[in-house]
């Protein structure tokens, strides 16, 4: 979900700057940073950059700037880089920081501070409104081209992890008469040291098959070879599938974490243990997924 976008938009008198920067969150959490003349627009703003982008932690820039005018200059609001200096000051002092180094470079990038001295009225009129609306869409489209991109190597990247836990899924099957010989031997050779008793050998069948029955992986298999083509599926679906596409790496977790419990034999094991760090490597980029 990660991003940038800009764009720059001109009109008569003014130029409108709209930056959309976007990082990793399970929900749409925006952060405006706009002139207050054209606050009472940041709703629709918001709005429509929520509709754009869906979710993500968003951090959205607007600047106006008038251009083409020796009357217009930007100056310093003295008053309130005074406000925000107190401020600063009392925080240090109250969480026993040292204050900045350099105060002018820090209070230069706090809203307002500077001032554009104009002969006209300092209110964004509803056509720079306007204008600032579609340069933020500009920009939202912008972002959400970097997230295509990065989008079609995720889908490369998982499709590669789930074609190796495939692969090492299907060499499971190779290790399990093995096992279960090796649980018969450890039986009977228990037994042999047993001195004294009759062992009725049709009994000894019925419970050797209740133990084997126990580390049977067969529904297991199953259901993570379905959790991994369940996955390519709604990997290749339409619409923001990045929420369900977590949820089907925990269940192929689960399936994992119990073939590794009932496994009880060294090589299985260690295919387990791969399919982990397949795994592992999906859950975290799984989170980059819209």
Known sequence: ???????????????????????????????????????????????ALADALVRGKIDLTVTIESIGSSETSQTLNIPVMEA????????CETLGIPEPADWYAMLVRFPDVLHSASATSDEVTDAEAAVALEALREAAGALTSHRRAEGERLEHFFAERIRKISDLLAEVPQYEGERIDRIRTRMDEALSKITG????????????????????????????????AYFLDTMAAEGAQGKKLGFIAQEMGREINTLGSKSNHSEMQKLVVAMKDELEQIKEQVLNVL
Not at 16 to 21: H, L, Q, R
Not at 25 to 31: C, E, N, P, R
Not at 201 to 227: A, M, N
């Open 197 to 228: 008793i009759e062992i009725d050998p049709g009994r000894l069948e019925q419970e050797l098959f209740f133990y084997v029955e126990k580390f049977d992986i067969t529904e297991e298999k199953q259901r993570l070879s379905q959790h991994l």
């Open 84 to 91: 925000y200096m107190r401020q600063m000051r009392q925080a």
């Open 1 to 47: 979900m990660t991003g940038f976008g800009k764009s720059v938009k001109e009109m008569p008198g003014k130029k409108v700057t709209v930056e959309v920067k976007s990082l990793n969150s399970k929900q749409a959490d925006i952060a405006v940073r706009m002139p207050s003349s054209l606050r009472h627009h940041e709703l629709p703003m918001r709005a």
